[in-house]
């Protein structure tokens, strides 16, 4: 099994920055694709970022676009999220997830296509 361990939320001011951190273990063997997902109260889980296995392809949803940078470690089982010009509709509980695809799908609607899933970090922006 894969075990996904995010890091790195908490509060934050509008226009600051957060890096969040998504640790994977277990069947590290296998060439994930790895994406960040988020949810708000009362909303649904929206896709955020995804990156390839080699890291060479990303996605990016339109309202993050330009703020927020995904990057996954050398080792390959660190992934990174920079979040920049926060504001506070970028608030919500942030998931990790892993694609046992090794690049990322055309879409991933309400996160179906992610096999394995984090328990969430909270980044609240303050207005």
């Known amino acids: 099994q894969v075990q996904l361990v995010e890091s790195g939320g908490g509060l934050v001011q509008a226009g600051g920055s957060l890096r969040l951190s998504c640790a994977l273990s277990g069947r590290t063997f296998t060439p994930y694709t790895m994406g960040w997902f988020r949810q708000a109260p009362g909303k649904e889980r929206e896709f955020v970022a995804a990156i390839s296995w080699s890291g060479n392809t990303t996605r990016y949803a339109d309202p993050v676009k330009g703020r927020f940078t995904i990057s996954r470690a050398v080792a390959k089982t660190t992934v990174y999220l920079e979040m920049s010009g926060l504001t506070p509709e970028d608030s919500a509980v942030y998931y990790c997830?892993?694609?046992?695809?090794?690049?990322?799908?055309?879409?991933?609607?309400?996160?179906?296509?992610?096999?394995?899933w984090g328990k969430g970090t909270l980044v609240t922006v303050s207005s």
């Open positions: 997830a892993a694609d046992r695809l090794p690049a990322p799908r055309d879409s991933y609607p309400g996160g179906i296509g992610m096999d394995f």
